[in-house]
């Protein structure tokens, strides 16, 4: 059939990550409908593609390369028989694949106008879209779920993150949520993912009554507990991502890593930071906590982006 193809995208090893490169997906499909995309990821992003339609197929990296990972990536690659393949991780490992599955069918990075090609993840994406005839567009097409509940969340908390040095201090959150009980009487819901669960002892100093979910919801879950939600804070992790594709009022904050490249995306959403004398390092642990960027965002501050984004009627 004319304009149909197979598509194999090798995208990045973070749920958050892989993310922001959906859009792709969408965009592919929307453009050749009959055609089937692929998707390769990481180990670290297991789980959305129980949230995610528009995907044809997932092939996991695995956590580890060894011989027998190796063997089994390339057989489920050239199952697919790609047409198409789309490198948005450039690894040695992974040009040695695809050069074994269609060399002729890789994508050359496409020119962009202007000066140099876009700096976030989505928009860096979304240009193979435009090189392959498809209009870019900025969404991912979500699962319904049908067993969803009607009750709304006014405020959704997610404190943790994979790297210490993109963690705002738990005496602010603290503040935070004090600020959110005292004024308007909101309950809080703070939520996260099993690696998080260290951030529940922090929360029992807490002056104000909060629902504590770290840990306790399935991807799936986490989803619909998103889409139910007024509003959303959260530091730069893969929940901020989900919260802003899924177009709920998120405040994001940010410190060693650049929201130019990975933050929010969606009309409703704002970044918060970096700033500081060591903003952007993208180092693991912060090794200047007397100037550590994300202690210099307030909790003042982001209560003010909070009553602002609960206000608008979305």
């Not at 992974?94 to 599955?101: H, N």
């Not at 308007?184 to 993912?193: D, E, M, T, Y």
């Not at 919260?243 to 929010?264: K, M, N």
């Not at 090794?287 to 009627?313: H, Y």
Request: aromatic share 8%; net charge positive; with cysteine.
């Amino acid at each position: 059939m004319e304009n149909t193809f197979s598509f194999l995208v090798v995208s990045l090893n973070y749920f958050g990550d892989i993310l922001m490169t959906l859009p792709l997906a969408t965009s592919l499909k929307a453009a050749y409908p009959e055609s089937r995309v692929t998707f390769c990821i990481g180990s670290r992003g297991k789980g959305v593609e129980g949230i995610v339609r528009g995907v044809d197929r997932w092939i996991e990296r695995g956590a580890r390369d060894s011989f027998f990972s190796r063997k089994r990536i390339l057989r489920e690659m050239k199952e697919v028989r790609p047409d198409k393949i789309i490198l948005l991780q450039k690894s040695k490992y992974v040009l040695s694949l695809v050069r074994a599955v269609n060399p002729e069918g890789i994508v050359n990075p496409p020119h962009h106008e202007g000066k140099g090609l876009p700096r976030h993840v989505t928009d860096r994406a979304l240009i193979y879209a435009e090189a392959l005839g498809a209009d870019p567009v900025r969404e991912i097409n979500f699962r319904e779920d049908p067993e969803a509940s009607a009750e709304e969340i006014p405020a959704l908390f997610f404190p943790g993150t994979t790297r210490p040095s993109k963690m705002w201090p738990m005496k602010k959150w603290l503040a935070l949520g004090e600020m959110a009980w005292k004024e308007k009487g909101i309950v809080p819901v703070f939520a996260g993912s099993p690696a998080d669960k260290p951030i529940s002892v922090e929360l029992k100093k807490a002056a104000f009554p909060y629902r504590d979910l770290i840990g306790r919801t399935t991807i799936a879950e986490l989803t619909g507990l998103i889409r139910r939600s007024r509003v959303v804070v959260s530091v730069d992790n893969g929940a901020m991502h989900l919260s802003d594709f899924l177009h709920r009022p998120t405040i994001a904050l940010f410190g060693s890593t650049d929201p130019t490249q990975v933050g929010p995306v969606q009309k409703g959403s704002v970044a918060v930071g970096p700033r500081g004398e060591c903003i952007l390092c993208r180092k693991h642990k912060c090794t200047r906590p007397k100037i550590n960027c994300m202690d210099q965002i307030s909790p003042g501050e982001v209560w003010e982006l909070f009553r602002e984004a609960w206000e608008k009627d979305y």
